[in-house]
Each structure stands twice: as structure tokens, then as C-alpha cells.
């Protein structure tokens, strides 16, 4: 196999951020989306060879990095990534030629787009420690980059800048703890050499950087509680990288899990997999919960990557469940479900993720209680954002049904075979999936409907107009992909199947039989979603026959006709009585008033006269993040007192410091001696 | 099924039960509406009122709220179309259904929430204070019903190793132990619950109130007349059918059509009619009975629910 991809990928990106950096300002976006478009492409068309082919991509050298040198070996696993993150990137820099103008065209924005997009690409096809942890530093590192473009405009985005430097580097040096352990029993920092040597690691050793690549990855992935860098360095983002991050880079917090616990160390015992499901439910349920509650438009977004997470690890814990009960067959169809989800939803969050953006940039707001009547203003992003909020909702004959599906199904069919532990976690898993599921309709039925249907509730959303060509063909490229998946998944799942087939030991080579029919090898599951689809266009026309049909036998076939909705016989209606974002969710925030622990604050003030008469009522509600305000908050408040304790010890004198310096010296003497 | 007759022969049977479904629809709101005006001492409209009164809103003329985009005109389109294709993939006559393969529980569940959707969607598209609050609250309900109708199905594939809908019937009638069975029946009673909250019954919500403020369902479609308003109460009456129908051939499949022929199809339909009107009359008796509850109790009405799907999930395991 030849590795040509991987070094045009490398030397694109590379040529990709120079442009960005050095070219002047008219022409600078322009060539390092060409050149990123041609990284991208080198890796797709490589990754799509090794999924192809079944061979893995070999590339060494020495010479590029000093002592450890460079090792990258793309297997069919990263190869999956890679399609995903170069799909993701091209439609994400087609936007970003038009979105470049508000904002993205700095030097820096420039180079550190292709940068992030490069090191994505590359990340998954990484073959050993070193090569790995690089490129994951300068994923994080440009992506970083690339939240603090607004920072001299919003207060907001350096906070979340912070936030999620923080949370970042956190999870990166666990995952440096985790893969330098296995690589230093290994003797050799290869991947191929640490899973040899994984078998006759001793249990603690295993234990130990199973967890910390879950906590490390995890971060990443968004996974509940290590998510609270997610709302808010998702919406501060520009939108181009907002997608790219969400759509892409999460992802790679689930390659990152897989590798470890079933590539590197070749799974492990149940209670692995028990914890991987139990932090994908509750990042399911916590996300779904607060996306259903949020009113900023990419805040909700944000919170439905921690959902949508959630989901994956379910998947990915089930099918290291289902593996530990011998069942590789099951294992392998759930391990294909969790990739298939990853697929899924890096086509409708980046889609939904592009079209918010469209919308910011269009009525300079992000607040769903400002928007709404855009789908008459902007009636292409409209239906860009309609076509990703039903697929994430799983609706037929959209792509995010299809993988909800096969979840459910490789739970049913692991079930009757297993463990009692299994026997509690699998219902558990489905009421997940099944709340979340709900959850997520009611989420953006919300976002769709508050945000484009119904009357504008802002001057800015009155003025709207449909954004750049280039903006809405890179948000319609992903919707596009959502429709297409939907309707004929099998064009994916072989090269899932392939993926799968070699993460989970003893799969068969074929889990699935997929035709026009998805078929699990074996077992009683079908699905024909392009026969549904196909119904439900056919019944869809049919009905639309029958009432054309029905209007003209009656002679009084007229033309449609516009009238003043019902307002409980008042004449005037405006927008500002309509439901908005906040009063559409409060019935789900008041069931789940226990979790989500509001804030509410009623000021009533009265006329100084008499108090029987109120002057103002002001009345103000937000949500925090339980998980942020009760475990981090904090903990950075007990940093805080150990800092502020610290600065004791510092009070600028010489003869202290001198003396500090005596006094280690005189330990560390009696430490030696 | 092979060639061309197979595929008229299956056009023929999709028909068929999309024709029962569509007509007998409406007429069974209007039994249960004869039924609870009996009860009540008062006469009632005759059974075929809703008929009628769908005859007279699809010759009006369409109207459409002055700020209202193209989803508000689609939505009860979408919601009937959802309910055509269900009925004609469902085991409703028979057990052998076009695309039967296909006609998995989990996969009629989202067309049926995409139906939902739909209207929800549509609502908030009025721009008035009513849509929005219907909206919302059927998203509410929807959403806390979800569980319970998932673990529900879960806990009656388990012992079936499928949840293809016509397998579960099949297997019903070949092991009627199966249906006798506690997790059935605790599945069942779970799915009953969410089917009178999914389609606007008591104690849910209330089909016949006139005060808006209390309106789910009623809220959500106030906006629509004439052959959308039509295409509402077709949608809405056909879901009810279709879930009563799959509810009773799951509880008491006897009579549905297991081998193919024109006899056997016409055996199961009015096996079909009579089954799903005996649960329609048993429906309207308990609506007399009861009262409305409160929007912020339903959480524990549908909390119940999922608490009798779980124990059915556990109980189908431990069974085993």
C-alpha cells in the first residue's frame, strides 16, 4: 500500500497554513481552503484505499522528528475518522470562503484552520506514542487558536478559551499518563509492540490506563461530567470551526477510548465496559436534558454533542460487554452501530452547526428568543437546518433513525445471552435511548420551530437575508449527506463492518447483510429504509392527490388564502406573544426542576403610595450547569485559596528567598545523606 | 411473493388496510363519541358524523395564517402520510403484510414520531400564543413517553428474539403461553398508557374541551380549516385506530389472517374491526370516568408506565 496519501496530506496542510499565514489578505483564504481541500482529499482517497483493501497504510521515518521519529499506521479503524473529519472539513472551508468576512481572515484564523483540519486528518492514522501525542497537542493547540478569534470583540470567549485549555490539556496529559505507562512496559513506543505486550501487562497496570485514556478521551469526547468546556467553547467558535469541532474533533475522543481499550490493550472485563455505558447514559441524558432547556441556538448544539456522545459510548460499552459474554457477533453489530452514530452525527451537526452560523451572521444573534420567521427569509439555510434537526431527532428517512436503530437492536439481541449485570444495564441503556430520544425531538422542534417558523421576534431577524452561495452549499453538502446516509446507509456500513470486524476479537467478517434490506446476519432484524423512504414519499404524494382531488370536485377550488391567526378575539397580535424558547421548554424544566436546578429571581417593586399597586415585575430564569457549578466551581475556588495561601511564601525579599534556599538545601542534604 | 401477482396481491392487502384504517378511523371516534354520549343520557351524533364532517372540511377553501411559512400547509400532510404508510406495513388483517420485513416496532415508532413532529413543528409555524403551547406541551408528553413505550417493546421481544411487529403477532399465535405471559401483559398495559397520551385521550388530555388554555392536541391545530383541518382529524383519528388495532392483534392476535388469500384477509379485517372497537367502546366508557389530570401530573402517570415496561424487561429475563 502506498503512503503517498499520508505525506500529500501532511505537505498540503503544511503549504495550506503558509498560505494562510503569508499570502495578503484578498487571496489568503481562498488558497488555504484550496490547499486544505487538497489535504483533504489525499486523505480521503486514501483512507477510502485502506477500507477498500482491508490493508493498513505504513509510513516511517526517522528523520522528521527527533528521537522518537515518526511512525503512522492507518488501519481501517482511524481510516473511518478520517473519511469523517475530511467530509466534515470540506464542507466546513467551502463556508468558510463565504463566512471568512465576518471575522476569519486573520493571519492567525488563516493558518490555524488548516492546521486543526491537518492534524485531525492525521491524528487517527498516528502508529505510535509519540507521533500520536504530537499531533493530538497541535489539534488541541489550533483549535484553541481558533476559539480565541473573537476574543477581542466578546468578554465571553476568553473565559471559554480558558475553559477549554484547561480541560483540554487535563485530558491530554491523562491520555500522556495512560499511553507512556503502556509504552514503558512495552519497552518499545509503537503501537503494533504495546499490543503484544498488553496481554501480560498485570491487571492493575491495565486498569489504571483504561481509566485514565477514558478520562483523557473522554474530556474530549464531551463525555458527562468532563463536558463543561463543550457549551462553551462550541458557541464562541467561529462557526466553521464550531462545526469542525463538533463534527470532527469530538470524534476523535471516541477513536481515542477504542484505541486503548480494545486496539492497545484488546478489551477488557465487564466492569470497563459497565462504566463506559454509565457515563454514556448520563452523558446522554444530560445532554439531551439541556439542550432541550437551552435558548442559545449553538449552546443547544453544543449540548447535543455531549448527547449524541453519550450515545456512541453506549454503543461502544455494549459491544465491550457483549464481547466479555462471548457473543463477538452482537459486540461486533454494536460496535457498528457506534460508529455508524459517529458518522451520523458528524453529517448533521456540522450541517446544523454551519446553518447556526448562517443564522448569527445573518440576524446577529444566536438567541433563539430573537429569532424565528426565518424560514420564509432564508429559505435554503431553513431547510438545511430542518433537514439536520429531524435527523438528529432519529425521524425516518433520516440518517440518525438508521443508527438509533441498529443500537437498539444489537441491545435486544445481546440481551437474553448475558450477564445479570448486562441484564440490568441493557434496559437502562434503552429507557436512555429512549428519553434521549424524546429529549432531543423536543430540543429542536423547539430550535426549528422558535428559531425559523412563526413571526420574527427581533428587527435583526425581520432583516434577515439568505447568506452567501458558498455559505449555504457547505451547509447543504452535510444535509445532503444526512439525507443520503438515511435512505441508503449501505454505502457506509461495509467499511464499518470492516472497522468493527477488527476491533472486536472473533467477529465475524460480515455482521451485517446489507442490500436494500439491513439484515443482521443471523439474527430476526430488518430494516429496508430506502422501502420506507420510499413509502413515505409515495403515501406523502398520495395524500397531497387526494386533497387536490377532493378540492376540485367541489367547484370552490379558490387560491389559498392568507388570514389573521386566532388571537382570543384580541385584533392585534405581535411577536412578542408568541411562545419563545424559554416558555416552549418550561414544562420539560419544571419536570426535571431536580436536575437542572434553575435560577429564578423575582423582583416585584411597588408604587412608594401604596403597596397594593406594583410599579415593575422583573422575573429572570437561567440554567447553569449543575455539573459546573457543584464539582468545578469548586475546585477552582480551593485552587484559588491554595494560590492566594502560596503568595504568602512570595513577599519579594531577598533575605526570604535566600533563606527558602537554605532550608531545601538543608532537607534535601538530609534527604541524601 | 413472487412477480407480478405477488406485487398486486400486496398492493391489494396495503390497500386494503389502509382503506380500513382511513374509514374506520373516523368512524370509530364516532362510536366512541355514541358511546360516551349513551352513557352520559344524551343522544349523540349519528356513528358516520365524522365522515361527514370530513366531506364538508376538504370541499372548503385552504386557509394558512398571514406570517406562516410552507410547514404549516405540510405538517398534517406528513401526518397522514406517516399513518397511510404504518397501516399499510402493519400487522393489522393480516400477519403477512407488505413490507413486513421492514415494519419493525422501533422503525413505526419514529414514523409515528415523525408524524408528530410534523404537527408540532407546524404549530409553532401559526405564530400565535395557542400553537406554541400545544407545541410544547405534546413535545413534553411525547418526550416522557418515549421510555415507556421503548422498554415496553424491548420487554416483548425479548422472549420473541425480534421486534418485528408481524413476528410478534405470529409468534402469538403460535405460542398463546407467550401472550398469557406476565411481561405481555405488563408491556401491554405500559403501551396503553402511552397510546391514550399519544393520541390525545383522557386522562391526558381532553379531545372535547373548548377552553384553549387546557388544550394540547386542540391548541396545536387551532390554526387549521378547512381540508388541513381535514387532514388533522383523518391523521389524528387514523393513529388511533392503527394503535388500538396494533395493540389488540398484540394482546388477542385470533382472527388476523395467517395464510395468504382474499377469504382469510376479509376474516381478519372484521376481526380487526370488531377487536378495535371493543377497545374504542372500553376506552370511551373509562373517559366518562374520569377527569382530566393536571399537565404537571402526567410526568407520574407516564413515570408509571415506564415502571410497568421495566418490571415486564425484568420479568421476561428472569422468565427466560
Redesign the interface.
Known amino acids: 500500500m502506498s503512503n503517498l496519501s499520508l505525506v500529500i496530506t501532511a505537505i498540503a496542510g503544511l503549504s495550506a497554513a503558509i498560505a494562510g499565514c503569508a499570502l495578503p489578505a484578498k487571496t489568503r483564504v481562498q488558497a488555504a481552503v484550496a490547499f486544505t481541500w487538497g489535504a483533504c482529499i489525499a486523505a480521503l482517497v486514501g483512507a477510502l484505499a485502506v477500507l477498500h483493501t482491508g490493508h493498513a497504510m505504513v509510513l516511517n521515518s526517522s528523520r522528521i522528528l527527533p528521537l522518537t521519529g515518526v511512525t503512522m499506521v492507518l488501519d481501517p479503524l482511524g481510516a473511518v475518522f478520517v473519511v469523517i473529519t475530511a467530509v466534515v472539513a470540506i464542507a466546513s472551508t467551502l463556508y468558510w470562503l463565504g463566512y471568512a468576512s465576518h471575522g476569519l481572515s486573520t493571519r492567525t484564523a488563516s493558518a490555524a484552520l488548516p492546521i486543526f483540519v491537518t492534524s485531525m486528518l492525521l491524528v487517527p492514522a498516528a502508529g505510535s506514542v509519540a507521533t500520536f501525542l504530537w499531533l493530538w497537542e497541535l489539534m488541541a493547540l489550533s483549535s484553541l487558536l481558533l476559539v480565541l478569534v473573537d476574543q477581542r470583540r466578546r468578554e465571553e470567549t476568553r473565559s471559554a478559551a480558558q475553559w477549554y485549555a484547561v480541560m483540554t490539556h487535563a485530558g491530554a496529559s491523562a491520555i500522556l499518563f495512560a499511553l507512556v505507562m503502556l509504552s514503558a512496559h512495552a519497552g518499545n513506543q509503537t503501537f503494533a509492540a504495546i499490543r503484544i505486550h498488553a496481554v501480560h501487562l498485570p491487571a492493575a497496570v491495565r486498569n489504571t490506563a483504561f481509566l485514565l485514556a477514558l478520562v483523557g478521551f473522554g474530556s474530549k469526547a464531551g463525555a458527562v461530567p468532563l463536558h463543561v468546556w463543550l457549551p462553551k467553547a462550541h458557541p464562541e467558535a467561529p462557526s466553521p470551526a464550531s462545526a469542525l469541532m463538533s463534527g470532527a474533533m469530538v470524534n476523535l475522543g471516541i477513536y481515542g477510548i477504542v484505541l486503548v481499550g480494545d486496539r492497545l490493550l484488546g478489551g477488557g472485563p465487564a466492569w470497563w465496559w459497565l462504566t463506559v455505558t454509565a457515563v454514556g447514559v448520563v452523558s446522554a441524558l444530560f445532554g439531551a436534558l439541556h439542550a432541550?432547556t437551552s435558548t442559545d441556538l449553538k449552546r443547544l448544539l453544543a449540548y447535543s454533542t455531549a448527547d449524541n456522545m453519550g450515545l456512541v459510548l453506549i454503543g461502544i460499552g455494549a459491544s465491550g460487554l457483549f464481547a466479555t459474554t462471548g457473543h463477538p457477533a452482537i459486540a461486533a453489530i454494536a460496535m457498528v452501530s457506534a460508529l455508524l452514530l459517529t458518522v451520523n452525527h458528524a453529517a448533521f451537526k456540522g450541517s446544523l452547526f454551519l446553518s447556526a452560523g448562517s443564522v448569527q451572521v445573518a440576524t446577529g444573534s444566536r438567541d433563539l428568543d430573537r429569532l424565528?420567521?426565518l424560514?420564509?427569509r432564508m429559505p435554503i439555510t431553513?431547510v438545511v437546518f430542518?433537514v439536520g434537526g429531524?435527523a438528529i431527532?432519529?425521524?425516518?428517512p433520516l440518517n440518525g433513525?438508521v443508527g438509533?436503530?441498529l443500537l437498539?437492536?444489537s441491545?435486544?439481541?445481546g440481551?437474553?445471552t448475558s450477564s445479570t449485570a448486562v441484564?440490568i444495564a441493557v434496559?437502562v441503556g434503552?429507557?436512555a435511548?429512549?428519553?434521549t430520544?424524546?429529549?432531543t425531538?423536543?430540543a429542536f422542534?423547539?430550535a426549528?420551530?422558535?428559531g425559523?417558523?412563526?413571526?420574527p421576534r427581533s428587527e435583526g431577524a425581520a432583516t434577515a437575508h439568505e447568506v452567501p452561495r458558498t455559505m449555504q452549499l457547505g451547509a447543504a453538502l452535510l444535509a445532503g449527506a444526512c439525507v443520503v446516509l438515511g435512505v441508503v446507509p449501505m454505502i457506509v456500513l461495509p467499511a464499518l463492518e470492516r472497522a468493527a470486524a477488527e476491533v472486536v476479537p472473533g467477529a465475524p467478517a460480515h455482521s451485517l447483510r446489507a442490500s436494500v434490506?439491513l439484515r443482521l446476519a443471523g439474527?430476526?432484524?430488518?430494516?429496508?429504509p430506502a422501502?420506507?423512504a420510499a413509502?413515505?414519499a409515495l403515501?406523502?404524494v398520495?395524500?397531497?392527490a387526494m386533497?387536490r382531488l377532493?378540492?376540485r370536485?367541489?367547484h370552490?377550488r379558490?387560491a389559498?388564502?392568507?388570514?389573521?391567526?386566532?388571537?382570543?378575539g384580541r385584533e392585534l397580535?405581535t411577536?412578542r406573544?408568541?411562545?419563545?424558547a424559554t416558555?416552549?421548554?418550561?414544562?420539560?424544566q419544571?419536570?426535571f426542576d431536580d436536575v437542572l436546578r434553575p435560577d429564578r429571581d423575582l423582583d416585584v417593586s411597588h408604587l412608594a403610595e401604596s403597596r397594593y399597586y406594583t410599579e415593575k415585575i422583573a422575573y429572570r430564569t437561567s440554567i447553569g450547569d449543575v455539573i459546573e457549578h457543584n464539582v468545578y466551581r469548586p475546585m477552582i475556588g480551593a485552587v484559588n485559596v491554595w494560590g492566594q495561601w502560596a503568595r504568602g511564601l512570595q513577599n519579594g525579599s531577598v533575605h526570604r528567598y535566600l533563606a527558602y534556599g537554605l532550608v531545601v538545601l538543608v532537607v534535601v542534604l538530609a534527604v541524601i545523606v | 411473493m413472487n412477480g407480478i401477482g405477488g406485487v398486486i396481491a400486496a398492493v391489494l392487502v396495503a390497500g386494503a388496510q389502509i382503506a380500513a384504517v382511513a374509514v374506520g378511523g373516523p368512524l370509530l371516534v364516532g362510536v366512541m363519541r355514541k358511546v360516551r354520549c349513551h352513557i352520559e343520557g344524551r343522544v349523540g351524533p349519528p356513528i358516520h358524523q365524522p365522515l361527514r364532517d370530513l366531506r364538508k372540511l376538504f370541499s372548503k377553501q385552504r386557509m394558512r395564517p398571514d406570517q406562516a411559512s410552507w410547514v404549516f400547509g405540510v405538517g398534517p400532510v406528513v401526518l397522514v402520510a406517516t399513518a397511510v404508510l404504518i397501516a399499510a406495513i402493519s400487522p393489522l388483517a393480516t400477519t403477512r403484510p407488505p413490507l413486513g420485513q421492514t415494519a419493525d416496532f422501533f422503525a413505526i415508532v419514529f414514523v409515528l414520531l415523525l408524524g408528530s413532529v410534523a404537527l408540532a413543528l407546524a404549530a409553532l409555524d401559526t405564530g400565535t400564543p395557542f400553537g406554541g403551547m400545544g407545541s410544547s406541551r405534546a413535545m413534553t408528553i411525547g418526550a416522557l413517553a418515549e421510555p415507556a413505550l421503548l422498554v415496553a417493546i424491548l420487554a416483548m421481544s425479548i422472549p420473541a428474539h425480534t421486534s418485528n411487529l408481524p413476528a410478534l403477532v405470529r409468534i402469538g399465535l403460535a405460542h398463546p403461553q407467550l401472550i398469557a405471559s406476565p411481561e405481555r401483559f405488563l408491556a401491554l398495559g405500559s403501551f396503553l398508557v402511552v397510546i391514550l397520551a399519544e393520541s390525545g385521550r383522557l386522562p391526558v388530555d381532553n379531545p372535547s374541551t373548548h377552553l384553549e388554555l387546557t388544550m394540547i392536541h386542540e391548541a396545536m391545530v387551532l390554526e387549521y380549516a378547512g381540508p388541513d383541518l381535514g387532514l388533522v382529524i383523518l391523521g389524528e383519528s387514523m393513529r388511533l385506530a392503527l394503535l388500538l388495532g396494533l395493540l389488540v392483534n398484540l394482546l388477542i392476535p385470533w382472527g388476523i389472517a395467517d395464510r395468504p388469500g382474499a377469504a382469510a384477509l376479509v376474516i381478519g379485517l372484521g376481526a380487526l374491526v370488531g377487536k378495535v372497537v371493543v377497545a374504542g367502546i372500553a376506552i370511551a366508557t373509562f373517559e366518562v370516568f374520569t377527569a382530566k389530570l393536571r399537565l404537571f401530573r402526567l410526568p407520574e402517570l407516564l413515570a408509571g408506565a415506564f415502571v410497568l415496561a421495566v418490571v415486564g424487561a425484568f420479568t421476561a429475563l428472569v422468565i427466560r
Open positions: 432541550a424565528g420567521g424560514m420564509r431553513g430542518l429531524l431527532a432519529a425521524l425516518p433513525f438509533e436503530w437498539f437492536q441491545l435486544l439481541h440481551l437474553p441484564a434496559p434503552v429507557a435511548l429512549a428519553l430520544g424524546g429529549l425531538a423536543a422542534v423547539k426549528i420551530g422558535v425559523f417558523l412563526g413571526r434490506e439474527l430476526q432484524g430488518v430494516l429496508a422501502l420506507l413509502g413515505l403515501a406523502f398520495a395524500v397531497i386533497r377532493a378540492q370536485r367541489s370552490l379558490v389559498l388564502r392568507r388570514v389573521e391567526p386566532w388571537g382570543c397580535q411577536a406573544m408568541q411562545y419563545t416558555s416552549f421548554a418550561e414544562p420539560l419544571q419536570v
